[in-house]
């Protein structure tokens, strides 16, 4: 469910998108937004960093695309919001707090050093698809950006998750029970 939840405003920017223009699928995505954090607050009761992080950057960048009438500012939403994903990762390890160990280190329980190759792995992705974003995004399209945001952007992501668990879990120690 809350997966779900997680990907309803980017579903429903893509279909505003297709069946109006970017301006209403920009203003659909601020509101899908705002009710995604209030139907996680009263479900889950608690908000995540980056919901209200990516709800702060939807609304001023999508604010200034509708008050413009520029969808350069949408576009790189995006590409802001990865580097600040890199930048929270990156500082966040210089700290001594690797943010993806303090996540996942209850459940996933792995070398330091493991902790560190992931954390710089996922740190490299998020700079490499804020590139990418920007690359598409001037080089391309409308159409292609948007298919690209929603689809590629999802997909990528999803893979590399499940690449990542597969990387720990290969790292993970092996238990010895009952030989």
Do not use: C
């Not at 920017?13 to 109006?20: H, L, S």
């Not at 607050?41 to 209200?52: F, G, P, R, V």
């Not at 604010?63 to 990865?82: E, H, S």
């Amino acid at each position: 469910m809350k997966q779900l939840l997680d990907f309803l405003p980017l579903l429903i920017f893509f279909f505003i998108y297709k069946n109006y223009d970017v301006y209403m699928a920009t203003g659909a995505l601020i509101a899908a937004t705002a009710i995604q954090i209030g139907l996680s607050y009263l479900l889950y009761k608690t908000i995540e960093k980056m919901h209200l992080i990516s709800f702060a950057l939807i609304v001023i960048f999508g604010g200034l695309t509708m008050a413009l009438q520029d969808d350069n500012f949408i576009k790189w939403k995006v590409t802001i919001v990865y580097l600040i994903f890199a930048a929270g990762l990156f500082i966040a390890d210089r700290m001594g707090k690797p943010a993806l160990k303090a996540m996942l280190g209850k459940e996933i329980q792995v070398d330091d050093q493991i902790w560190a190759k992931v954390n710089h792995a996922w740190v490299a992705y998020f700079v490499v698809l804020a590139g990418l974003n920007i690359y598409i995004a001037y080089n391309f399209s409308m159409d292609a950006w948007v298919n690209f945001k929603v689809f590629w952007l999802t997909g990528l992501t999803f893979a590399y998750t499940i690449a990542t668990v597969v990387y720990l879990f290969k790292h993970m120690p092996k238990n010895k029970e009952n030989n």
